[in-house]
C-alpha cells in the first residue's frame, strides 16, 4: 500500500490529542496520589523545552507516595535528520526533513506489589507518515489477574481497529521488549506496534488515541488494587533488582530513547523513563 505525506489538519489534530491525553493522565494519577494520602498528595511539575531545531515540548514529572517516579511527556518537533539516522528511517529517501509529535509515559511505584508500566503514542512524517507505539507492563511479582485484565482491555482496543491485529501487536511486542543479553522478558508484554498507515488515516488515529484511553483506564484499576498491599524489605529489593533490567533495555535497546538523542531532543525528557533508584 502506498503511504502518503499527512495535512497539516491531522498534524494538529495529533499533536492536539497527545495534549489532552496528558492533562488526563496527570489528573488520573494525582487522584491516585490524594486518595492515597489527601493530606499531601504528589503533584506534577511541569517543565517546557525547546527543541534544538524547530518546536519542543513539556516534560512532567510527579514523585508521590504511590508513584516513586513517573514522567508524563508531550512533545511536537521538526527538523533534519543526520544523514546517518535517516537511512534507518521510512520516507527519507528524498529528503531528510521530518515532523513528529507525541506522547510518552513511565511509571515507577513506590510499592513493589503496583507494576511499573510504559505508555507511548506518537505520529511521525518524513515523506511518508504512520502511527507507532503501545503498552507494557512490568511487575516485579506478576499477578494473574492483572495480567488477564491488561491483556483483555487492550486486545478489545485492537478488535475495534481490526479483528487480527491484536496477536500480531503482542508478539510484536513480546519480542520487542526482551533482553537478549539475558534472554528474558522485560515484563508481561502487552502491545507494540510501528509504521501503522492504512488508507484510512481516521481509523489508525482513532486505534491510537484508543490505546491512550485504555491505558487511562486500565492502570489506575491495577494501582487501585494494589497500592494498599503491605510489603516487605525483601520485596524492596526485588523491586529495585528488576528496574536494574529496565534500566539495561531503555539504554541498550529502546527505539525512543535513540529517536530523541539522535534528534537533538531534551535528555531530561529522554532519560526520564528511569528509575529514580535501582540496583544490579
Not at 486518595?35 to 518546536?55: A, I
Not at 525483601?234 to 525512543?256: I, P
Amino acid at each position: 500500500m502506498t503511504n502518503r505525506t499527512a495535512s497539516s489538519q491531522e498534524q494538529n489534530l495529533a499533536s492536539e490529542w497527545f495534549l489532552t491525553l496528558r492533562d488526563q493522565i496527570c489528573t488520573a494519577f494525582e487522584d491516585l496520589e490524594y486518595e492515597f494520602d489527601p493530606y499531601k498528595p504528589g503533584k506534577f511539575d511541569f517543565h517546557p523545552w525547546k527543541h534544538r531545531h524547530e518546536g519542543g515540548g513539556v516534560s512532567g514529572v510527579m514523585k508521590g507516595k504511590v508513584f516513586e517516579k513517573v514522567g508524563v511527556n508531550i512533545s511536537t518537533v521538526h527538523g533534519h535528520f543526520s544523514e546517518n539516522f535517516a537511512k534507518k528511517i521510512p520516507g527519507t529517501e528524498k529528503s531528510s526533513r521530518y515532523w513528529a509529535s507525541g506522547i510518552s509515559v513511565v511509571a515507577h511505584m513506590q510499592n513493589p506489589h503496583v507494576p511499573a508500566i510504559h505508555m507511548n503514542t506518537r505520529f511521525i512524517i518524513t515523506g511518508q507518515s504512520w502511527f507507532g507505539g503501545g503498552v507494557d507492563l512490568t511487575p516485579v511479582f506478576p499477578i494473574p489477574q492483572d495480567t488477564e485484565d491488561f491483556h483483555s482491555a487492550l486486545k478489545k482496543a485492537c478488535h475495534r481497529y481490526d479483528t487480527q491485529c491484536y496477536e500480531k501487536f503482542k508478539k510484536w511486542c513480546d519480542d520487542y521488549f526482551y533482553l537478549p543479553h539475558r534472554k528474558e522478558p522485560r515484563g508481561v508484554g502487552g502491545i507494540f506496534y510501528d509504521h501503522l498507515h492504512s488508507s484510512n488515516w481516521k481509523a489508525d488515529f482513532s486505534f491510537t488515541q484508543d490505546v491512550g484511553k485504555t491505558f487511562l483506564k486500565i492502570f489506575p484499576d491495577i494501582v487501585r488494587r494494589r497500592m494498599l498491599t503491605p510489603w516487605t524489605l525483601d520485596e524492596r529489593e526485588a523491586q529495585l533488582k528488576k528496574r536494574g533490567r529496565y534500566v539495561e533495555f531503555n539504554l541498550l535497546y529502546d527505539r525512543g530513547t535513540l529517536f530523541g538523542l539522535e534528534t537533538g531532543g531534551n535528555t531530561e525528557a529522554i532519560l526520564m523513563s528511569l528509575p529514580p533508584l535501582a540496583k544490579w
